[in-house]
């Protein structure tokens, strides 16, 4: 068997990518992983008839989605849990959550976890009420220290020179630390001292958590909804080996089976990239490799500890938050009040996990989480727990490690640069290479999608490509009287396709489809010049806009904007309409400015774009239809454009609105409400 795997494998160099062998198999797209995002990405692809295989390691689908049953049937996850975002709302640019309106079309029931369900304290010195002032204003002075600066430091940094602005004894500066632990490094399984402060708060997803919504059934429901229909799904298939070039790429497993693609999608976790455990020849370029090094990939582990019946008398449902004496063993307690079940699951993150502390001594850390139980419960008498799971993401050879994070270390670029494909042929998905929603499930399908869009364009480019250069060709041909015009550009065609630029997915066009096509794509083009001409004639662009300066603007009214919560009103029909709230983002590198909200038209998500010089704001508003005002609400755009008024402290300016039976603007006014609290 190994002398057949190395003679495969020998044989598979870059110069002989094209030598066709019958035990190679072929297919248009070959996904690697079959987590959330291998299996939205094949989904689609299956959904335009796009020949696609999938390869996935494990012998189950799912990835960091994977819930085990214990003997009594419990479904215990010990990976995904929670769907975040208020009520499947998240403030990034995107009005839901895409993994709830999964849930929605599988038919998953779903509860909900009110934000304050929160029993139990932080063993601190110093009052909660207290320490979570002082964790405010740390929060805010981070903000501002970070917004003007470009260098990268971390959230430990910080504290200690929060601390020192604020003259704190020691005692003071560890409560606060270990609070902004809890609160920031414990979630992004590692600790203050190696998340970038700057990179973490200017990327959208921190702010997601405020409201967890919490799946009643495991959360394989919905990677289980994703399978469903695909069929082309290769167990036990450890990717080892990808030899590419510009044409082709060839994926050599460790079972010895060698297959090819035109594009490979490669969605394996980045602690798996990390390893170097799958050989890229070539070698992928410095760049990546780089980014694939800089990019943070954290640890976070689950212990469940399940009872033959529910003990605790409370309904809360997070029980405690506690960081233990030893610093290598935080943990936070959950347990679930909806379904009564009786179990309860702690989390470890960061140096806890990798210190091995917890796994080394098993019954040394179940031993310290009943005791801090027993300190939260003293009238009741907790016995040993009956079954006790724990996850290892850590060791795992499939993820060796939880998910990504911002690190120090990390350059803006580098989530940029892991998504970028090489050759157009190697493409990368999955959680980390989500520019924003980095390290949640949502994340990796939404790179899925994204990639998915990317190969459809390339396939599209090349069809128009072909269908010109066929259209053309005929042409002359039939200039020159050329009779054997349509074979001569079909034979064209067809060679272009037996060399693999097209794929089985798609038909080979007739002449007389390919020349309605090149009509219908002029008058889409014109359509669309026309779009943009008449949408430009009212008001400046959003770019222009902003970049307009004014002569009465100070430095001291320069970069008024804050990320938070904004209130708007807006004048129409001779009257204001009430102030609405909406959530904005800014992110001081890219000037862009995303939210969500929902005022009497509808649910809307903004997009836009903000200038610290100018102090102008320009956004662009899309309502979601069907929600709230269905007489008005015709999912359309208002695009909004504000200027800092110093002597009202608030923005003001225009919204303008161009549909096709409408056309109008008005004033409207943004006024500042409070900042985003930070993840409970
Ligand atoms: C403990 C924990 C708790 C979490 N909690 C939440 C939560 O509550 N909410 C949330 O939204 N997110 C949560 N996450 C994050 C979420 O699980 C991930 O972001 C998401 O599942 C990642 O999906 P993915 O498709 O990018 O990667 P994965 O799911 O890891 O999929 C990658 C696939 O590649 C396969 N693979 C790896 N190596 C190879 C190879 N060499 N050859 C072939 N196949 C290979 C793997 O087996 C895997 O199936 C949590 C993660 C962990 C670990």
């Not at 399940?306 to 943990?331: C, E, G, H, M, P």
């Amino acid at each position: 068997h190994i002398e057949q795997y190395n003679y495969r494998v020998k044989r598979l160099t870059v110069d002989n990518l094209d030598s066709r062998s019958s035990d190679v198999r072929t297919t248009k797209v070959l996904i690697i992983g079959s987590g959330i995002a291998g299996l939205e990405a094949a989904r689609l692809l299956q959904q335009n008839g796009v020949e696609t295989i999938v390869l996935e390691a494990r012998n189950r689908t799912g990835g960091r989605v994977w819930s085990i049953r214990s003997k009594n049937n419990l479904m215990l996850d010990m990976g995904a849990r929670y769907i975040h975002g208020q009520y499947g709302s998240i403030p990034s640019g995107l009005l839901t959550n895409p993994v709830w309106d999964l849930t929605r079309s599988a038919n998953i029931s779903i509860c909900f976890g009110e934000p304050h369900d929160f029993l139990g304290t932080y063993p601190l010195y110093y009052s909660n009420i207290l320490v979570q002032k002082w964790y405010d204003e740390y929060m805010l002075f981070v903000r501002e220290e970070t917004r003007m600066s470009s260098s990268n430091i971390s959230f430990a940094d910080y504290v200690n020179l929060f601390a020192q602005k604020k003259h704190f004894n020691e005692k003071q500066r560890s409560t606060l630390y270990n609070f902004a632990y809890f609160t920031i490094a414990d979630r992004e399984g590692t600790e203050l001292e190696s998340i970038s402060a700057k990179g973490y708060l200017d990327r959208s997803s921190v702010f997601y958590g405020e409201e967890p919504v919490i799946c009643d059934t495991d959360f394989m429901a919905i990677t289980d909804y994703l399978a469903k229909n695909l069929t082309n799904i290769q167990f036990g298939e450890i990717v080892t080996k990808i030899d590419y070039n510009k044409n082709l790429v060839k994926v050599s497993t460790k079972n010895g089976q060698i297959y090819q693609a035109e594009f490979v999608l490669i969605t394996v976790p980045l602690g798996v990239l990390k390893s170097k455990q799958i050989e890229f020849n070539p070698q992928l370029p410095q760049w990546k490799l780089d980014a694939i090094d800089r990019i943070g990939f954290g640890y976070y582990e689950k212990i469940y500890l399940l009872w033959d019946q529910v003990w605790w008398n409370t309904t809360d449902y997070y029980f405690f938050q506690s960081a233990s004496k030893s610093i290598n063993l935080r943990y936070w307690i959950t347990a679930n009040k909806w379904n009564g079940k009786p179990f309860i699951t702690c989390f470890f993150a960061g140096k806890a996990v990798s210190s091995l502390t917890w796994k080394q001594n098993k019954n040394e850390t179940v031993k310290d989480i009943l005791d801090t139980l027993q300190k939260m419960f003293p009238n009741i008498k907790i016995t040993p727990p009956t079954e006790i799971y724990m996850s290892n993401w850590n060791e795992d050879p499939f993820s060796y490690g939880s998910y990504s994070y911002i690190s120090v270390n990390q350059k803006y670029e580098d989530p940029f640069r892991l998504s970028e494909p090489i050759n157009n042929r190697l493409l990368f998905a999955g959680e980390a290479t989500n520019t924003d929603t980095y390290g949640y499930t949502h994340g990796a399908l939404l790179s899925a999608r994204r990639e998915e869009l990317i190969m459809h364009i390339i396939f599209h480019i090349f069809l128009i490509i072909m269908i010109f250069i066929n259209v053309i060709g005929c042409q002359d041909a039939s200039s020159s009287r050329n009779s054997s015009c349509t074979r001569i550009g079909r034979n064209h065609f067809y060679h272009e396709r037996s060399i693999g630029l097209m794929g089985n997915g798609y038909q080979l066009p007739n002449t007389m489809i390919e020349h309605l096509m090149t009509i219908g794509l002029f008058i889409v083009f014109y359509m669309a010049l026309y779009q943009l001409w008449s949408n430009s004639i009212s008001m400046p662009s959003n770019e222009d806009y902003i970049n307009m300066l004014t002569n009465d603007i100070e430095e001291e009214n320069c970069g008024q904007f804050v990320s938070g919560f904004w209130l708007s009103r807006y004048y129409h029909y001779d009257r204001f309409y009430e102030p609405y709230q909406f959530s904005l983002l800014f992110n001081s590198q890219t000037r862009e400015v995303n939210g969500n909200g929902v005022d009497d038209i509808g649910k809307f998500v903004v997009n836009g774009i903000y200038s610290i010089n100018t102090n102008r704001l320009a956004i662009i508003k899309t309502y979601r239809e069907e929600t709230e005002n269905s007489t008005e609400n015709f999912g359309h755009n208002i695009t909004i454009q504000v200027a800092w008024n110093s002597n009202q402290y608030h923005f003001e300016g225009k919204w303008f609105i161009k549909t096709r039976n409408y056309s109008g603007d008005g004033r409207i006014e943004l006024k500042f409400e409070k900042s985003f609290r930070a993840m409970a």
